[in-house]
């Protein structure tokens, strides 16, 4: 079983994920795992800006010809399956609800919650005012929706690309996590 999160800035993702991951024996990929094994590999170099959550380039992506642009669709599926493979796992972010689409045992989480939650929560965690929390939440969702639409072609955080959608301001995270079990439990 393969479970993916992606969330918005502030929630509880890695939590959540480390936590899921140690209750079903699997191991997580967060984004230092991920870039760490793509080094240890030899193959951080050839995707970069995927590991590093950047657009290639802006202008490319704008004028890209079609063969282009499968090639960078391809690079989510490519660059995690060199990685991380087939095996069962926690995936945090990287596209990974897409790179695994159409996988028989994948259950596609995506996390939100109440903004002020999430300011509060950035805000005790990095020890920063309100409006650098502010900042860097906005800026990261913007980041991320313009990351995942130029991998993908997919709207970052929209319903139907996920299999469960939670406000993990109203569940917690131990809500959250028995929610993900209950629906990996309906899934086998």
């Known amino acids: 079983m393969i479970v993916t999160i992606a969330r918005e800035c502030g929630c509880f993702g890695n939590e959540i994920g480390t936590l899921l991951a140690q209750e079903l024996g699997v191991p997580l990929y967060d984004k230092e795992k991920i870039t760490s094994l793509a080094r240890e590999k030899g193959i951080y170099e050839k995707y970069t800006n995927f590991f590093e959550e950047k657009q290639e380039n802006l202008l490319f992506s704008a004028i890209a010809e079609e063969e282009q642009l499968d090639e960078v669709r391809r690079t989510p599926r490519c660059a995690l399956h060199e990685v991380v493979g087939d095996n ?100 086998r």
């Open 88 to 187: 069962s796992c926690v995936i945090i972010g990287r596209c990974g609800n897409y790179a695994y689409a159409g996988e028989k045992e994948l259950l596609r989480v995506f996390l939100c919650g109440n903004k002020e939650d999430r300011i509060a929560r950035l805000m005790e965690k990095h020890q920063v005012p309100r409006r650098e929390a502010v900042i860097t939440i906005d800026k990261t969702e913007n980041r991320r929706r313009a990351y995942h639409k130029f991998y993908t072609g997919q709207e970052w955080g929209y319903a139907g690309n996920y299999d469960l959608c939670i406000n993990d301001s109203n569940m917690g995270v131990e809500g959250t996590i028995e929610m993900i079990m209950c629906e990996l439990q309906y899934k």
